[in-house]
C-alpha cells in the first residue's frame, strides 16, 4: 500500500476483469450497483482490476455509467501491473469486492489503512452473488472461499436474493451490515415481455453450460434422454440449448440437443416468446435467472431446488423438482409439453407471485446503503 494524500471519500470497485467478453450477468450486477452507490453518494471512483490487463477496454464501464447518470470520466481504472501492486490508499477509502477472492485481496489495504489510521477500519462490502465456497470440491480452494465469506472485522454484506442471505445466516455468517438484492427481470428484457398469447412453437428451451457444475449438465442430458425415450409425442418437438456452445448430442430416436450458438439480446428474447418448454437446473441456494426469465415470458419451466429456495412459489409456470434423477426430470418435462398441446396459450396465463421480480428499482436498499457509507466516511 502507498499512501494517498487526498483524503475525501472515495468508493473502489474490486473486480476481475471488465473486458466485454467478461461481461455476464454477475458483472453488469456488480457495475450497476457500484455506479449508482458512487451516483448517491458524490464519492471519487476508482475500479480496480484484479486480472493483468495493462490496456484495459472501459467500454463496458462507460455504457454502464452512461446508464445510470454518471459522467465516465470521473470513473478511474487501475490495472493491475504486478503480483503485489502497490495500490495507493487514503485514510477516507472504502473497498467494495465483487468476488472471493478480491475480497482476501482487499483485506490487506483494509488492514493497513486502519493502522495507518491507529487502529480504526473502515468497512468492506463484499457483492456476494452466490454460495461461492460452493463452486469448489471439499478442497483448500474451498476453504479459502469459506474464509472469505466468513468475513473479518466490519464488513458489510450485499447478497443477491433473500433465499441466498438465509442459507449464509443459518451457517452462522454475520456480517455488521446486511443489504439484499432480489432477482428483477433485466431492463434489458423488459420491452421484450409478450403481450398476451403469442404464438409459441413445440420447442424447448434448455439452459444448458457443460462447464458449469452448478447446472447439472450431466442431469440435464440424462432427463432429456429419458424423456426422449418415453414420451410419444417427443419426435416433434425441437430441443434447443443456450447458455454455452457445445457439440450437438443426440438424445435418442432421432431427437438431437442441438445449442444455438451466441444470441443477442433481441434473439433471446425472441427465442423466450417463440418457446413452450423450458429446462434449467441450478444446485445453488441462489434462484438462478434463466427459470425466472423463461416463466415470466410464458415458458412452462421445470427447474431444481435447493435449501431455501422454493421457486415453484415464484410463478405459476414454474416446476421445482427436488429429485432430478432422470425419470423424475422426464416426468416433469413430459407433463409439460402434455399441457402445452392440450392448451398453447397456458404459459401466457401464468401469473408471478414474485412481486419485486417486475419492479424497475432493483436496489430499493440504495438510499439507506448510500446514508451509511457517507455516516463511515464522517466517522471516519
Not at 475525501?8 to 450497476?32: E, H, K, M, Q, Y
Not at 484484479?50 to 490495472?79: E, K, M, N, Q, T
Not at 415453484?312 to 398441446?341: K, M, Q, T, Y
Amino acid at each position: 500500500m502507498s499512501r494517498d494524500t487526498d483524503d475525501s471519500p472515495r468508493l473502489n470497485l474490486v473486480i476481475p476483469s471488465i473486458a466485454p467478453s467478461a461481461a455476464f450477468g454477475g458483472v453488469l450486477t456488480g457495475l450497476d450497483l457500484y455506479l449508482r452507490l458512487v451516483a448517491a453518494t458524490g464519492a471519487r471512483a476508482r475500479i480496480i482490476l484484479d486480472d493483468f490487463d495493462l490496456a484495459p477496454d472501459r467500454s463496458v464501464v462507460d455504457a454502464a455509467s452512461r446508464r445510470v447518470g454518471v459522467d465516465p470520466a470521473r470513473i478511474a481504472i487501475a490495472p493491475r501491473r504486478d503480483d503485489r501492486p502497490a495500490v495507493s490508499v487514503g485514510a477516507r477509502d472504502i473497498f467494495i469486492a465483487y468476488n472471493w477472492w478480491t475480497v482476501l485481496n482487499i483485506r490487506e489495504l483494509v488492514a493497513a489503512q486502519a493502522a495507518a489510521a491507529g487502529g480504526r477500519a473502515a468497512p468492506y462490502l463484499y457483492i456476494c452473488q452466490d454460495f461461492e465456497p460452493g463452486f469448489y470440491p471439499f478442497s483448500s480452494t474451498h476453504l479459502v472461499a469459506w474464509r472469505a465469506l466468513k468475513g473479518e472485522g466490519q464488513w458489510w454484506a450485499i447478497y443477491n436474493s433473500s433465499e441466498l442471505a438465509a442459507y449464509v445466516g443459518a451457517l452462522g455468517i454475520a456480517p455488521a451490515e446486511q443489504f439484499v438484492i432480489e432477482p428483477t427481470l433485466s431492463a434489458a428484457l423488459r420491452p421484450f415481455l409478450p403481450d398476451g398469447a403469442a404464438p409459441r412453437e413445440r420447442r424447448m428451451l434448455v439452459y444448458g453450460r457443460p462447464g458449469v457444475p452448478r447446472n447439472c449438465f450431466p442431469a440435464v442430458i440424462a432427463g432429456l434422454r429419458a424423456w426422449a425415450g418415453s414420451y410419444a409425442h417427443a419426435a416433434q418437438w425441437d430441443v434447443v440449448s443456450a447458455g454455452a456452445p457445445h457439440r450437438p448430442l443426440a438424445l435418442g430416436n432421432g431427437i438431437e440437443l442441438r445449442a444455438a450458438g451466441k444470441l443477442s439480446l433481441e434473439d433471446y428474447a425472441a427465442m423466450l416468446r417463440g418457446t413452450a418448454v423450458g429446462l434449467s437446473l441450478m444446485a445453488s441456494p441462489h434462484p438462478s435467472y434463466p427459470p425466472l426469465e423463461m416463466a415470466h415470458f410464458g415458458v412452462l419451466t421445470v427447474t431444481s431446488d435447493y435449501a431455501f429456495k422454493s421457486l415453484g412459489a415464484a410463478h405459476d409456470n414454474i416446476v421445482a423438482l427436488d429429485d432430478i434423477r432422470a425419470d423424475s426430470i422426464a416426468a416433469a418435462l413430459a407433463d409439460a409439453c402434455e399441457r402445452f398441446e392440450r392448451d398453447p396459450t397456458i404459459g401466457a396465463r401464468g401469473r408471478s407471485h414474485r412481486p419485486d421480480y417486475l419492479a424497475e428499482n432493483p436496489y430499493p436498499f440504495l438510499e439507506t446503503l448510500a446514508a451509511r457509507l457517507n455516516e463511515a466516511w464522517r466517522a471516519g
